[in-house]
């Protein structure tokens, strides 16, 4: 089955690889095309890249005039310059490709809602996952102690940044007397194809959502470990270590005809675990997520 | 939504053309990958061949060893060498590709089951249907006539090829007097993207199936001569100017919330008129067909 995820954040989204049929399978979720920008994909493995071409001739045949921006491993450039130059020269809009390199855990992309951090996987091919932090909040104004001290409408904007207020009578209120803390942010991860990999375990740190590949039962390991993939037991272990809220394991070997037996692998070692199915919403919530 | 079709004829499959989701969509079909050997690709539009990629390997995955040839225009040919070079080298089978010149109306394929003919299009690029018939099978033995001259069953195969028997007394007896003709032959055209093309009539000639492209309505006649389209009137047209037996009209517009309003204009010109359907079955039957 092919790999796309959308991660919806603060009214823009970013999909996380683009296997093939993304496009068909996006009408399906209603959201608007307008809001993608940030494309990052895993690895140059089909399954996770030929979506691409029909996504974005699709886009374009749609009227999109926005640029587009295609994070990946340079690994994916040839297959990416390939469809631009034969498909994609027509088009209204731009599409840039900006390398990621999959040996670091580094931003590969930051703006005033989100940071995105490249994961380093372990894969047969160079990979590597993304996680996604959502950026802090303003601070919450304290209305009592506002209407307390007279605060002002102009000032208000000022003691959200952290500025303290001077009252007349020569006092300074620091803005932590005025404010309670912004919600904490939400992060989500997103490790396709690899190995069990332990270094992995603090970069991932307590996301509230980690998605992680469970291609086998432990009693495939070693054919996990030869095709650079891991079990359903390797993937709960790899939460635990993270501290992650929730796990959702997919990616599926086909040989599996009831993924019962990953997921009860896998909660025997992480019980806030579910299983990926084709068109799932999951709600990223603080500490947990509700499906 | 993309395009591609199998044609099932005598234990072989063809598929003509293979938009993006082919592979999955063929899951549902029930159909066995061993017996594909010939794809044909009408032009080079997304639409058409965005599937190629994950179909071949898929097919790798799933075990392929015999060789795989593709036909289509040259201009096919920078994409596919590029997905062979970035995805193909390790498989365990042949892809072959070979150019099919959009201008003629010619032989393009042929094996002891059936011919494949070139059908030119008109399209915004160079474009061509691919027309598929049967190969004529053997006449059938008339047994009263064998067991009133009493011919030995050593003779059955020379006069099936129409060789006479020479009685025993020294008469000729023609093999036209100890057979019946064979079955007539079937056959079905694929025109894709096209114009309304008059000169495609005497090519396709009496089909038992054509399927035909209506992208639009006639209001949306201007609309259609601008993109390389047709109309469904239109599509309806070469179909009686060809003599088919049956017309599949397809690739609407997605303007049309309701196809019967292109059904209905084509059928008040061909009456034996039908819309084609995600995963439709027709079968195609002599001088006409039953779905």
Redesign the interface.
């Known amino acids: 089955m092919?790999s796309a995820q959308v991660v919806s954040l603060r009214d823009k989204l970013l999909l996380l690889d683009c296997g093939?049929?993304t496009?068909?399978q996006w009408r399906y979720t209603g959201l608007n095309w307008q809001k993608l920008a940030h494309i990052f994909i895993t690895h140059?493995h089909?399954?996770h890249l030929?979506?691409l071409?029909?996504l974005l001739?699709t886009m374009a045949l749609l009227g999109r005039t926005q640029p587009l921006f295609i994070h990946g491993p340079e690994t994916i450039r040839?297959?990416l310059d390939?469809?631009l130059?034969?498909?994609c020269a027509t088009f209204d809009y731009e599409v840039h490709y900006l390398p990621v390199d999959t040996t670091r855990h580094a931003i590969v992309h930051e703006d005033r809602s989100m940071q995105v951090w490249s994961l380093p996987l372990q894969h047969r091919v160079p990979c590597c996952g993304y996680l996604v932090r959502e950026q802090p909040g303003q601070p919450h104004i304290r209305r009592d102690r506002i209407d307390f001290y007279n605060v002002p409408t102009w000032a208000i904007g000022r003691i959200k940044m952290g500025h303290p207020w001077h009252t007349p009578d020569g006092r300074c209120i620091p803005a932590t007397e005025l404010t309670t803390p912004p919600d904490p942010v939400r992060a989500y991860a997103y490790c396709s194809d690899t190995l069990f990999t332990p270094a992995l375990a603090d970069m991932v740190g307590s996301v509230d959502v980690l998605y992680h590949e469970a291609t086998y039962a432990s009693t495939e390991a070693d054919r996990a470990a030869a095709y650079g993939h891991s079990t359903a037991a390797q993937a709960a272990e790899m939460a635990r270590r993270a501290g992650a809220g929730k796990l959702i394991i997919g990616h599926f070997s086909s040989r599996y005809d009831d993924e019962q037996i990953l997921l009860q692998e896998a909660q025997a070692i992480f019980p806030d675990t579910i299983l990926a199915e084709e068109h799932m919403q999951v709600q990223v919530l603080n500490g947990n997520s509700s499906k």
Request: with cysteine; proline share 15%.
């Open positions: 092919p093939e049929g496009q068909l140059a089909g399954d030929f979506g071409p029909g001739s040839p297959f390939c469809v130059q034969q498909f």
